[in-house]
């Protein structure tokens, strides 16, 4: 099983990046599906997630308003839309995919079930 991000790259604040993640190796079917990231220096933090019908998302405080989730089942992907970037999102972004009760998502790292690598955002002023 594999997930892997793409979409990474340098942006000045202000603009905008989307990421996608694309699982492989086995169906998503009823997935949870979302993305962490790690600021340089620091532990990695939850950003957003978004259940199976995209019927449930959840953003962290810091990207609300400014950050998208969603996702295409039929394609096992899932993407970030990041709009008004400043340079505090400068990060490694990892997409992650998890099944839970009740359609549920999470906003902890170790209770997904798999993890993709990472994809390099940077953001300068």
């Known amino acids: 099983v594999q997930l892997q991000a793409s979409g990474g790259g340098v942006a000045r604040a202000g603009e905008s990046l989307r990421l996608s993640c694309v699982g492989s190796g086995r169906g998503f079917s009823g997935y949870a599906m979302g993305w962490f990231r790690q600021p340089p220096g620091k532990d990695r933090e939850f950003v957003a997630a978004i259940n199976w019908s995209s019927g449930n998302m959840q953003y962290a405080d810091s990207v609300k308003g400014r950050f998208t989730i969603s996702r295409d089942n039929a394609k096992n992907s899932v993407y970030l839309q990041m709009n008004d970037l400043t340079p505090g999102d400068t990060a490694s972004y990892y997409c992650?995919?998890?099944?839970?009760?009740?359609?549920?998502?999470?906003?902890?790292?170790?209770?997904?079930?798999?993890w993709g690598q990472g994809t390099q955002v940077t953001v300068s002023s």
């Open positions: 992650v995919a998890g099944i839970f009760p009740y359609s549920g998502i999470r906003s902890k790292w170790e209770e997904y079930h798999y």
